[in-house]
């Protein structure tokens, strides 16, 4: 794949090149016949949390490809940074493209851009996009930020690229498929583990729960896990209050004085938290910093921040995306697509494609989510510990 550093040079962050592996010529009759090379996949290990029915799809997507006859492709996969939650997507991208010995580039800034008016990020991206296509990639990844990435991804298509968009969708982009969690589903997950007796402990209502999200429409995937939470406890007699999250560098501070002033001032008081991004740690420091040790606290992710917070028993529970597992399944799917067509990928991964009143989705690979009570959090410290996605 040709790639120039002078197109390439805005990709700040990691860029892995693996060797394709040509398909050697039939051997003639009067020849040993020579042992086709397949895919083969490292084990996963086995525990309370390995996805057993996420890694037996992945096997049997395996298993079709090595039938197919394998041949090099080139695929992409971008990122909206590599640092943090952006890790373990990076680390299991990076081995599946390994184990496919596939010609690509796992590419993305090393920390989140940042402009006065706030789209740098998306230009990176959009013009990442625009190399891709002029390199003649076959299969695109992406974890796209919102709106103003959706042309683009329009464009990749329409040049008869397959685009997989994970972490993040554009639902109206034409992309083939989504990998990841289904938002509402995950946001509902929160909120049943706050209110779960043996995790969340709440006292009986009235009383406030505070949700640190995103009720904007303009960032589809953070409205939907909010409402999802929203919905959940729509009907158990709790108010509910939701404050805006904050994502710019430098306004953790800011962030941090919102929910506190929802926790002094709320009335009825506050009896949970539940915060649905990876920042949501902050809502500990908010209740710690109100004098508020009592309030049970549901996070998403496992940020470093988190973790300790877990560790102190501030936080009842997060919920985990596997973040490593959007990243691994993306190549599987990109080389499936182009060795055995896109409706036999998709057969394979059928039992995943539901959404969250269990019904078909064609278009969204359901890879679900991980519900970490903190008495298990060093448990599941362990499992990422052992596929390498610690972030």
Not at 47 to 73: C, H, M, W, Y
Not at 205 to 225: C, K
Not at 265 to 294: H, K
Request: one cysteine or more; hydrophobic letters at 40%; a negative charge.
């Amino acid at each position: 794949m040709k790639m120039t550093g002078r197109r390439w040079m805005t990709a700040l962050g990691l860029m892995l090149m693996t060797a394709a592996c040509a398909a050697e010529d039939a051997p003639q009759s009067d020849k040993p016949t020579e042992e086709i090379a397949l895919i083969k996949r490292g084990r996963t290990p086995v525990t309370e949390f390995t996805p057993t029915e996420l890694e037996a799809r992945i096997d049997d997507l395996v298993k079709a490809i090595n039938q197919s006859g394998l041949e090099p492709i080139q695929m992409v996969v971008l990122l909206k940074h590599l640092s943090t939650f952006f890790e373990p997507i990076a680390t299991g991208a990076n081995r599946a493209m390994g184990e496919l010995e596939a010609v690509g580039n796992v590419l993305g800034p090393s920390t989140q851009m940042t402009t006065d008016d706030g789209t740098a990020s998306q230009n990176l991206q959009n013009q990442q996009i625009a190399n891709a296509i002029e390199d003649g990639v076959q299969g695109l990844g992406i974890s796209p930020y919102d709106v103003l990435n959706e042309a683009s991804v329009k464009e990749a298509v329409e040049e008869g690229l397959h685009v997989v968009t994970f972490d993040t969708d554009l639902k109206d982009s034409g992309r083939t498929l989504y990998v990841g969690a289904i938002q509402k589903e995950a946001g509902a997950k929160a909120a049943q583990a706050l209110l779960d007796r043996e995790i969340g402990g709440l006292p009986p209502p009235p009383g406030t729960i505070v949700v640190h999200g995103d009720a904007s429409t303009q960032w589809y995937d953070g409205s939907q896990r909010t409402f999802g939470v929203l919905d959940a406890l729509g009907k158990t007699g709790y108010t509910t209050q939701v404050v805006q999250a904050v994502f710019i560098n430098g306004q953790e501070g800011y962030d941090v004085d919102q929910l506190k002033t929802q926790i002094l001032n709320a009335n009825p008081p506050v009896v949970g938290m539940i915060g649905v991004f990876n920042i949501s740690y902050r809502c500990v420091m908010a209740a710690e910093a109100t004098g508020r040790l009592d309030i049970p606290i549901v996070t998403f992710d496992f940020d470093p921040k988190t973790v300790e917070y877990m560790q102190k028993k501030r936080i009842k529970a997060t919920i985990v995306q596997r973040q490593y597992y959007e990243g691994y399944l993306v190549p599987y799917i990109l080389y499936g697509i182009q060795h055995i067509g896109l409706e036999a990928t998709k057969q394979i991964l059928r039992p995943l494609m539901v959404d969250e009143n269990g019904m078909v989705d064609e278009h969204r690979v359901n890879i679900g989510v991980d519900v970490v009570p903190a008495d298990k959090f060093q448990a599941y410290n362990d499992f990422l510990d052992q596929i390498g996605s610690i972030q």
